[in-house]
């Protein structure tokens, strides 16, 4: 600003300097002056030619000169000086600043030079939890000032993180989409990076915006089964594309991963009954009954666990299961999409299955010698019709 200003001095100096040039010469030359010179010269010509006739000569240059003065002289008009032009100087610089003002927005450049000073000290009431919360003109004034940092130190990846974020703060899509980016892309293997760009995208209302963020989300996910945040995004992004299965079943894992006082748990649960509604489905259910043989009775242990699978018949992969510790039997329970072990594979999107039911002695879900399993055949799913398992394979 201060290089720009001694320009535009320098400039208006340079222009009033051209304004005084043209009345930096000498006095214009009046006829009477140029009619004498005239005279004098033409008689120095006769008298150095010395031809005859020369007197008449001489006179009739005489009555050419008294004839050629003008019966009454104009009055002789004392020439402007130089400071007569001091106004136009005046006027000139004041027009000049004017225009400069009006369109160089130079309160916008001041505000900019005001916020880049209050720049750390924004920061620093950010980062310290204790300090009083950024109002919304403040985000924004913090805003200014990091893409001003950045600009000098584009490989902060930190820095366009904390850019993306007060850009979702303002409501700004653009702003944190494209910081979110360039973070992602100055350090791909970052987590929190990665997922603040997947938010954004899923967020968005492109559809391949859409398609990459749950990439990304899955790719988080194909590293961290248990990524809360994750989840709820991936959740979140099939809700809106109207998969609800799929949005279920994220939430449902949410729910078996939350402490049992999170307060997250409520919006869940609401969330999911509301999926449920806009699909139109039920909780689809599968009873089942376990007993168990006269051999397997007999060799029960005191302690174990009871591992209870869905498969569709297709795959080995289970739909559901659940587990819980060894009691009674004749033992009845349900299973349900609560007990879903993807959330883009239901159990309520399957229609026939087996059931398997394997009793571990050391508490593991794959049998080990002792153990004690059971399994039903290929049926047809019926919510009101329990499937019976009878436990009778011993594990050798």
């Known amino acids: 600003m201060t290089l720009l200003i001694t320009v535009i001095a320098v400039l208006l100096a340079a222009v009033s300097a051209l304004l005084f040039f043209p009345w930096a010469g000498r006095p214009a030359v009046d ?109 924004a004034r913090l805003g200014l000032g990091l893409r001003t940092r950045l600009q000098d130190d584009p490989q902060n990846a930190e820095g366009w993180m904390m850019l993306g974020r007060i850009g979702m703060v303002l409501n700004n899509a653009s702003t944190a989409t494209a910081a979110f980016e360039r973070a992602w892309r100055l350090a791909p293997d970052n987590l929190d990076a990665k997922l603040d760009y997947a938010e954004v995208l899923t967020r968005s209302s492109d559809a391949e915006d859409n398609q990459q963020g749950e990439k990304l989300l899955r790719e988080v996910l194909s590293q961290q089964h248990t990524n809360i945040r994750a989840l709820g995004l991936l959740a979140f992004s099939a809700f809106e594309q109207q998969r609800y299965k799929e949005a279920i079943g994220a939430w449902q894992i949410m729910l078996r991963l939350l402490p049992a006082d999170d307060e997250r748990r409520a919006v869940i649960m609401r969330s999911i009954a509301q999926a449920k509604v806009e699909s139109g489905m039920d909780n689809a259910k599968v009873a089942v009954k376990i007993t168990l043989s006269p051999q397997a009775e007999k060799a029960l242990p005191e302690k174990g666990i009871v591992f209870v699978s869905v498969t569709d018949g297709v795959s080995a992969v289970p739909v559901a299961a659940k587990k819980l510790p060894l009691g009674h039997f004749p033992l009845t329970l349900t299973l349900d999409d609560t007990n879903a072990m993807m959330p883009d594979r239901l159990l309520s999107s399957v229609r026939q299955g087996i059931i398997k039911v394997h009793i571990s002695q050391a508490g593991t879900p794959a049998p080990q010698t002792g153990d004690w399993t059971g399994q039903s055949a290929l049926i047809q799913f019926n919510a009101s019709t329990p499937v019976e398992v009878e436990v009778s394979q011993p594990q050798p």
């Not at 019966?71 to 004041?94: M, N, S, T, W, Y």
């Not at 309160?107 to 880049?116: A, F, G, I, P, R």
Request: charged share 25%; hydrophobic share 40%; no cysteine.
């Open 31 to 139: 006829r009477d002056t140029l009619n004498r010179a005239f005279y004098h010269s033409r008689l120095r010509e006769l008298e150095e030619e010395k031809i005859p006739g020369r007197d008449e000569m001489v006179v009739e240059l005489q009555q050419s000169l008294l004839a050629d003065i003008p019966e009454q002289l104009p009055a002789k008009h004392r020439p402007f000086g130089r400071l007569a032009l001091l106004p136009g100087v005046i006027l000139l610089a004041a027009v000049s600043i004017g225009a400069f003002i009006k369109t160089s927005s130079l309160s916008h450049v001041l505000e900019w030079q005001q916020v880049t000073q209050q720049t750390p000290a924004l920061i620093q009431r950010v980062m310290d939890p204790d300090a009083k919360p950024l109002t919304m003109e403040e985000m």
